[in-house]
């Protein structure tokens, strides 16, 4: 740390992605990333584009992939926001929704990058706990100002609400925002709240290209909500990052909504391996969590989660374990290729 550094910045915890070894040593089930390379339609227009115009800067309003979103997703251009990344909406949201002193709410188990924002942002985090069932015990959303995040289906637990337990907590008070983080919802049986978005706009949906459309290394993430919220999401980006997708981005997020077949497919197939993945884990001895995403939260009947990750560690099978009050005990194992469960069968089998 240089002395430059200012004083609140000093105590930052920044946020710990997963292992990215750079070489292939390693089965990779630990950052939920899809086993399945993009769409080989993404690739061929990735090509096409890299030939044109990469001296040129993109469109900063990324006009052409918002319209596409809209399109897929049958709403108004007016009403999509995308960002590098769904990481960088939440940054926007931050900016644009709090000021220093501001409370958050979000719940106790979550994905770790709100609890970081907050600090950076200077914010007090409220946070919601969670049933012994590791569901989010929404009759504790109290009615307090402060704007709220859900992760839905929530991170790590896997484990998604309905859009109908989710409403009324839209509706209790107009006055806070609701963020829907969406993240994994494509592996869901039908939990999105998109439906909600044309009833409230008090609603912010984000999602990413990361997880369910196989293109975490391209960094694309969107928004939806009320045309007046994106306008704020957009006052930002324009006075951070005006140029925040590049042309390549811009062109793989269009292509890969204009492969809907190969979509499906490999969403599909995750959902499959997921459940023979469960089945394998619960005959070894894990409880499983009823995952929605491509990723399963589980904990084995009499070894520790540090050991666990340790020991695949050194069978080459790379997971997840959180150091988090309350989930200690569990390992987060992305679903691989179907190819790829005997290979964590059996290291599985060797250790437990
Ligand atoms: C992976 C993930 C993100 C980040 O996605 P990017 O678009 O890659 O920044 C956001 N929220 C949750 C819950 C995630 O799991």
């Given at each position: 740390m240089s002395r430059f550094l200012t004083e609140p910045l000093q105590t930052l915890r920044p946020y710990q992605p997963g292992e990215q070894p750079q070489n292939q040593e390693y089965l990779k089930l630990n950052t939920n990333e899809s086993p399945y390379g993009p769409s080989p339609h993404v690739l061929e227009q990735l090509k096409r584009a890299t030939n044109a115009g990469l001296a040129r800067y993109p469109d900063p309003n990324a006009t052409q992939l918002r319209a596409a979103l809209a399109r897929y997703y049958g709403l108004d251009g007016s009403s999509i926001f995308v960002g590098g990344g769904s990481d960088e909406i939440l940054a926007y949201f931050f900016m644009a929704f709090f000021k220093r002193g501001d409370t958050v709410h979000f719940p106790a188990i979550t994905y770790q990058f709100y609890q970081v924002y907050a600090n950076l942002f200077g914010l007090q985090a409220s946070t919601i706990p969670l049933t012994d069932q590791f569901t989010i015990d929404l009759a504790k959303v109290t009615t307090l100002p402060g704007h709220l995040i859900l992760c839905n289906p929530n991170a790590p637990t896997g484990i998604a609400l309905t859009p109908a337990q989710i409403e009324p907590i839209v509706a209790q008070n107009k006055n806070r925002l609701v963020l829907i983080d969406e993240a994994y919802v494509d592996f869901s049986d039908g939990k999105s709240c998109m439906p909600l978005l044309s009833k409230y706009d008090n609603l912010l949906i984000v999602r990413t290209y990361s997880k369910s459309r196989s293109l975490a290394g391209m960094r694309i993430g969107m928004a939806m909500a009320d045309p007046q919220i994106i306008q704020d999401l957009d006052r930002i980006k324009n006075s951070f990052n005006p140029y925040h997708l590049s042309k390549l981005a811009i062109t793989a997020g269009i292509a890969a909504l204009e492969d809907e077949a190969y979509f499906t497919k490999t969403v599909q197939q995750t959902v499959d391996t997921r459940g023979k993945t469960a089945v394998m884990l619960s005959a070894l001895g894990f409880t499983v969590l009823?995952?929605?995403?491509?990723?399963?939260?589980?904990r084995h009947a009499t070894r520790s989660g540090a050991f666990l990750y340790q020991a695949l560690?050194?069978?080459?099978?790379?997971?997840?374990?959180?150091?988090?009050?309350?989930?200690?005990?569990?390992?987060?194992?992305?679903?691989g290729l179907p190819e790829q469960l005997e290979q964590l069968e059996k290291a599985l089998r060797s250790i437990v």
């Open positions: 009823p995952s929605e995403t491509n990723f399963l939260l589980v560690k050194k069978q080459g099978v790379l997971v997840r374990h959180f150091n988090q009050p309350g989930i200690e005990c569990f390992l987060r194992i992305t679903i």
